[in-house]
Structure formats: C-alpha cells, structure tokens
C-alpha cells in the first residue's frame, strides 16, 4: 500500500480529512496536516518531511488552493519529482469548480464537484488503479445475437427501474443497554447490550468487554446498514450509557460522511435531534488544577446546574474524585456552556453540534497545554451531545470514557483511539 501526502487549505479541511479518511479505509497510509502536524513541531520541516516521506502527493483544488502561496510550493515539489506524470506523483482532487493554469492545467484531475458519496467514494479507488477497467463487462454496443419474438413488445426505457426500490433516505439502528426497544416499527438494525449494563447497580461495560466484543459487534452493525444502502443517515433509537452513546458516534464519524439523530427530551416533550448544521453556542474553562503530565481529566457538564447553595453538585464529584487519585491523574480542566450548565443549556442537535465541535478543539488545546499523553473524559450531559462528540473525535489522541457510579464517583468504560 501507498503513502498520500495531502495538499490543501484551511477553507477545504473538510475535504482533505474526508479523503484522508477514505484512503485509510482503503489500507493506504495517509499525511494529512490535520492529524500529523503535532504542536511543537517546524510547519516547514513537517511539509517537507511529510512530501519526501510520501509515494505520491494528492492536491485537493479549489479557488482558495490556487490562490494560496504555499500550497504552490506543495505541488511543485511532487511535480517536479515526475514532470511527465508518468509515476503519477501528483495527483489532483477537484472539489470545488475551478480551472487550474499554468503547469497544473496539463495533470488529469479526479473530479468530486456534483458526486454524491457513493461516486466520489468509487473515483478515489479508482484512481489508484493503473486502469479504470469496469468491474463488469460493457453492454455490446451492437445487434443482439439473441433471438427475440416479435410478438414480445420491447420495454420502455422509462419504465425499467419502476421496479426497483428508491435509494432509502435514511436509515435506523437500536442499540439497547439500560432498557429494551421501546419503538414502532423497530429498527432496522438492532443490537441489545442489556447483559453489560444495569442501572440500578450502574453496571456499564469495561474497555476489555469493549476491545474483546462490542466494537467488533458495532462494526457488524454498521457493515449491515451499509449492505442495505449507500445512505449514511442514520436514526438512532434505545437507552444505553453516555460513554456507549459516545462510542457509537465515534463508529459513525462525521468525517466519513454519516448524519446521525437521535429522540431527545427538550422542553419535557420528546423531539428529533438532527447532528448536522451547528448553532452559536460555545462552551468556557470554569476551573483547572494540576500541573503538566501524562494524565488529564477533562470534565464536560452540560446538564447539571448550580444547586440553592451555589456550589455544582457535578464539579463537586469530579473534583473529590480527582482529589481522590492525584497518583493516577496530573491534572483536571472542567468545562460547562457560556450560558451555564443545566437542563436547558442544549436545546437542539445544533447546539449539540455546536458544543461538541467546541469541546473537541478545548480537548486538543488543553492536552498540548498540560502535555497529557492520556485524557480521561468525563461527560454530565444529554445523549445527543455525547453522540455528536463521539462523531467529532478525529486525530485527537487516546481517550478514556469515564461513566458515573452508583456512589457518585467514575469509573472507566471504554477505550477510544481516535487517531
């Protein structure tokens, strides 16, 4: 397998990460400066590490990619190690319109403006072949040699494809831990995990159970979804633990392409969350302690407010508890929305989203602050954030997903490897 070295601007990261993504699915090993470049590191010296380092360079065009500066020097280098294209060494990825000029305008493009998923999935596998011979052999252009009956009328093109099933415009999976499936009609796709958690006890699975048997039954699950259609929205339905939510988004990563909703409880009534367009809420640093290490709890409470006598029940718990293990944990940032924790502080899937894509750039932030090798992640929050986090936790270290006990303390339950 190949080495792709990926070229881009800020303006198409979306992109460039979706591409990297679908590469390594593929088995190919990707360079992408939004998982490889690490802080402390030379900008320059990474880029020319990372090109030399790389079996071809992918140049992800768009007007703002011609019109950088330093996305020039990117391309030019690969160009320059094969002038006449005959390695394939650069290799551009059309995801915007424009028209390259200059020595850019003489290399072939793969083009993804206007592909849905599914195609532009099939042209970058496509591309890595030497040949883009179909899978299946071509119509004969010519006069059957079959012998038809005249008395047979032929079908009308129009009609052939009245009999296939339209292309399902979303899709739904039941994962059940705390109760049993509770909609009508069920899921297409279930899983019940009731055997690993109980409520009463706050029985959840350990990151063994998880490694050993969920995650491989969660793939299964989502293997079998994508045997049933190309679509990657998803509705997700049953009652289950925060960090088993948590992990179910990571499955179903945003940069792969999957819109996940969920029934959530707003306002005391039940309504649909949908993951997908971002509001304006934000979250802030309430408290830190610690000093630089290894080890780094970050504590997100969304939902639990501050009680008559004005102390948070749930920095409370989180702070004994990391009084309680300062020979594991070197150090504790807890985090809440600007408009303070409680009930109410998320009222849609665009908050969630909103306030997942924040807490993941506080995640990156404070790990390079404290040099934490580690994040032991705590959550207080609505199923809907937890989803839309776990979506959202690309290239951004190890992380431990910590669920509460029945005493008010946490322990740990499944172990996410992000990248």
Not at 352 to 376: F, G, P, S, V, W
């Amino acid at each position: 397998m190949e080495t792709f070295f990926v070229s881009y601007t800020s303006h198409d990261r979306t992109w460039a990460e979706w591409i990297a993504w679908t590469l390594e699915e593929a088995g190919h090993s990707v360079i992408i400066q939004e998982w490889d470049f690490r802080p402390g590191g030379n900008f320059v010296l990474d880029m020319q590490r990372a090109i030399q380092k790389s079996d071809r360079t992918i140049a992800v065009l768009s007007p703002h990619f011609l019109q950088a500066n330093y996305t020039q020097a990117e391309w030019a280098s690969a160009f320059a190690q094969d002038p006449q294209s005959i390695e394939r060494k650069l290799i551009p990825i059309r995801v915007a319109d424009c028209k390259p000029d200059g020595l850019l305008k003489t290399i072939a493009y793969v083009d993804l403006v206007g592909c849905s998923q599914v195609d532009a999935t099939e042209k970058l596998r496509q591309m890595l072949h030497e040949r883009g011979k179909p899978s299946q052999a071509p119509a004969f252009p010519g006069v059957s040699n079959i012998h038809q009956d005249a008395s047979i009328a032929p079908d009308f093109p129009g009609d052939r494809n009245l009999d296939t099933p339209a292309p399902a415009t979303s899709l739904s999976l039941g994962v059940y831990g705390w109760d049993g499936p509770q909609t009508d009609p069920p899921p297409i796709v279930e899983r019940d995990w009731r055997r690993y958690c109980d409520r009463d006890s706050r029985t959840v699975p350990t990151p063994d159970q998880w490694e050993s048997e969920l995650f491989a039954d969660l793939k299964q699950a989502k293997q079998e979804l994508a045997e049933l259609s190309t679509c990657r929205a998803i509705e997700l339905s049953g009652n289950r633990p925060l960090t088993m939510t948590l992990a179910i988004g990571a499955t179903f990563p945003a940069v792969a392409g999957y819109q996940l909703r969920l029934q959530q409880m707003t306002d005391n009534q039940p309504a649909l969350w949908h993951l997908a367009q971002p509001s304006e809420a934000r979250l802030r640093v309430c408290r830190q302690q610690g000093t630089e290490g290894d080890n780094l709890i970050f504590a997100i409470n969304i939902c639990i407010d501050t009680g008559e006598n004005h102390i948070n029940s749930a920095w409370e718990e989180i702070q004994e508890f990391y009084a309680d293990h300062t020979d594991q944990f070197t150090g504790l940032v807890y985090v809440e929305p600007e408009a303070g924790a409680g009930p109410k502080a998320i009222q849609s899937g665009g908050d969630a989203l909103a306030l997942a894509l924040h807490a993941k750039a506080l995640i990156r932030q404070y790990r390079r602050q404290y040099k934490a090798q580690l994040l032991h992640l705590i959550l207080a929050c609505p199923a809907g954030f937890a989803l839309s986090l776990g979506q959202q936790l690309n290239a951004v270290g190890k992380i431990m997903a910590y669920e509460r006990t029945e005493n008010g303390s946490y322990q740990v339950s499944v172990r996410l490897r992000t990248g």
